[in-house]
């Protein structure tokens, strides 16, 4: 095959899928694309805009319904093997024996693809010095972060070098060192090895790294071209404006998602809040939207044209559940009492206000120390975030918040119950939405409801008023006769949080609730939660997506099970650097890394316990 020609070529590709019951699904209808070779190629979309499909089909594991797709000079739908015998490909779910050692991973896969021994050598050292996994072939998949899990999958896609390389998700549930590590790896692999890759993410700054953009929706290809090109959709749009004094960003962000004639996107990014204008929104409407707050143009990015890209296309789309709805302002929907709760948030030294208090928490496996004298506290109707990098022990300490996981010392309490003592009691003011939405996949969204309502002591009348208001305020009602296994990413989202506020919780536990979500079904996510915030419920979330700091009143962060940052996200940026424009992801790797390299550098074991600052007001 001629090196110069491209690696993938798809013309017309279509795909309907049907289930066993309903109507069939057009996954992918008239897409073309084509993949540059020794390049990066991005698919991105929202949830169900077919580019798992892509690839599979890419992978010689579906066959087009209709089209014409060759991959690397080979006819895919003639000779998929042949194809699969010079790509690699890494699913979302990457298939790792986790309890085989990280070697015997790597020999497992060699085996498979009949690697001779006396290339695997060669292969094997480029391999663990690429991905720093050197140190670890003995240790088993089972007990790697989830980075290093990520990273052991793309060394087993490469025990053979492909010509072209297929990745879906690749960075799903990654840490942002461990994303910009991996994006390293990738484009080594394209710089030295000429290897040509093709990957699907939901991370918009990932694709902006890509020398090319194929934007899916519903699966038909909305728009193509370079990041330069798609940015271009909204330049001349973008502005940042500061929120009022003591007016959380969130706030600002969903008064302007809530003037769609005027707004097209707006995220909290720095301290300040990021928004696309409409071309034609009214320019003394949007000055009274900004409540004479001063707007500064910025430079459009990737998302931004996305986000005008897919907003156009659903020009006649609802905006964003609002927020002026009474009965969702609160997880209660009891005005009087939403007042009652706002006046407690906003008032200052009021020791009834902590609804977490956690002192000196430690969790030992054995002998190794997951959480390391944890100390902090959360107010009522506050939104706390647990950051860290994979393995840091935040997941721990979330469980053990939670009432899951029992501490092995320190003191915990949870809505004024010693959680060391009566977890059970403790769980009745909890909420918790877990990453992979613990929901039943063959009973109906409302059989889901009923079902979790009784687990919460629900019953009769009470229960089914708890359940029409949960369809009602999360846009449900339609869909309330479907099972939840067939629902859409973004529905199944909307669902576990409808199941975790039936009972009308004081917290609510959210376990990295956005992972693998795009921007829009982000977007309404958050939305939900700055309402309920608003209603006085208290929000802790852990999260890999660090533009979801910005949402938080206070955050902390985590490595090695010992807290490195505590405080609001102004105070972490500033602890993080002088550079005060740097967004969180920078200040979070930046904090990480100088940790990790004073670790290394000290002698003596490190003092218990966090930072001296970031106490509640």
């Known amino acids: 095959m001629d090196a110069s020609a491209p690696a993938l070529v798809g013309q017309g590709l279509s795909k309907r899928f049907t289930p066993r019951k309903g109507e069939a699904a057009q996954a992918l209808e008239g897409v073309d694309i084509v993949a540059a070779p020794s390049a990066l190629t991005a698919l991105v979309g929202p949830d169900g805009a077919g580019k798992t499909t892509l690839l599979r089909m890419a992978a010689g594991l579906l066959r087009a319904d209709a089209g014409r797709l060759q991959v690397l000079g080979i006819d895919v739908a003639a000779d998929p093997q042949g ?23 790597l020999d497992l896969y060699a085996d498979l693809h009949n690697v001779p021994h006396e290339a695997r050598r060669v292969r094997y050292a480029r391999l663990m010095a690429m991905t720093d996994l ?29 010509r ?13 060192l461990s994303r910009r590590e991996l994006w390293e790896i990738l484009n080594q692999l394209v710089q030295e090895e000429n290897i040509a890759v093709l990957v699907s993410t939901t991370y918009l700054d990932e694709a902006e790294r890509c020398a090319r953009v194929f934007v899916l929706d519903q699966g038909r290809l909305l728009t193509q071209g370079t990041p330069e090109a798609i940015r271009a959709h909204a330049q001349g749009l973008c502005w940042r ?38 071309a034609d929104a009214d320019e003394a409407a949007l000055a009274a939207l900004l409540e004479g707050q001063y707007a500064k143009a910025v430079p459009a990015q990737l998302e931004d044209g996305f986000m005008v890209l897919l907003r156009a296309r659903y020009a006649s789309a609802p ?82 918040l939670c009432g899951l996981l029992a501490a092995t010392s320190g ?66 009602q339609l869909a309330r006769d479907i099972p939840s296994g067939r629902l859409p990413g973004g529905f199944k989202r909307r ?5 975790a506020l039936l009972h009308e919780p004081e917290i609510l536990f959210l376990d990295e609730p956005t992972s693998g979500a795009d921007p829009i079904a982000r977007r309404e996510f958050w939305h939900h939660i700055t309402s309920l915030a608003e209603g006085g419920a208290t929000i802790i979330v852990t999260t890999h997506f660090m533009e979801e700091a910005e949402y938080c009143d206070r955050i902390v962060i985590q490595d090695a099970g010992r807290m490195l940052a505590l405080g609001t996200p102004w105070q972490v940026r500033a602890q993080a650097g002088d550079d005060s424009s740097i967004d969180m992801n920078e200040a979070f790797i930046r904090i990480i890394e100088r940790e990790r390299v004073h670790s290394r550098a000290s002698t003596s074991a490190p003092m218990p316990g966090g930072p001296s600052f970031g106490a509640p007001a």
């Open 164 to 176: 072209l390389l297929l990745l879906d998700e690749p960075t799903v549930g990654v840490d942002p």
């Open 241 to 278: 404006v500061m929120p009022r004094a003591g007016q959380p960003a969130r706030l600002l962000q969903t008064r302007l998602l809530d003037a769609p004639s005027l707004v097209i996107d707006a995220v909290p990014h720095g301290g300040e809040v990021r928004f696309v204008q409409r």
């Open 83 to 105: 194809v699969q015998d010079r790509i690699g490909y890494m699913p979302e779910r990457f298939g790792l024996y986790e309890d085989l050692s990280v070697q015997e991973n």
């Open 134 to 162: 050197g140190a670890f072939t003995t240790r088993l998949a089972g007990q790697l972060s989830g980075g290093m899990k990520q990273k052991l999958g793309l060394a087993c896609t490469l025990v053979r070098s492909p």
């Open 495 to 499: 669902l576990a949080m409808a199941a």
């Open 319 to 400: 905006a964003l559940p609002s927020t002026a709805a009474a009965a969702y302002a609160s997880p209660r929907g009891n005005s009087a009492e939403n007042s009652t709760r706002n006046s407690a948030k906003n008032s200052a030294g009021n020791t009834n206000d902590t609804v977490i208090e956690v002192r000196d928490l430690v969790r030992r496996f054995g002998d190794f120390t997951a959480v390391d004298h944890a100390s902090f506290d959360v107010r009522r109707g506050e939104v706390f975030g647990l950051l860290g990098p994979n393995g840091a022990g935040k997941t721990t300490t979330f469980r053990m």
């Open 411 to 476: 003191e915990l309490r949870v809505a004024g119950v010693d959680l060391r003592r009566a977890r059970a009691q403790a769980r009745r003011n909890i909420g918790y939405v877990s990453q992979k939405f613990a929901l039943y996949g063959n009973l109906t969204v409302a059989e889901n409801l009923a079902f979790f309502g009784g687990v919460y002591g629900l019953r009769g009348a009470r229960l089914h008023q708890r359940m029409q208001a949960m369809l009602e305020q999360f846009d449900l």
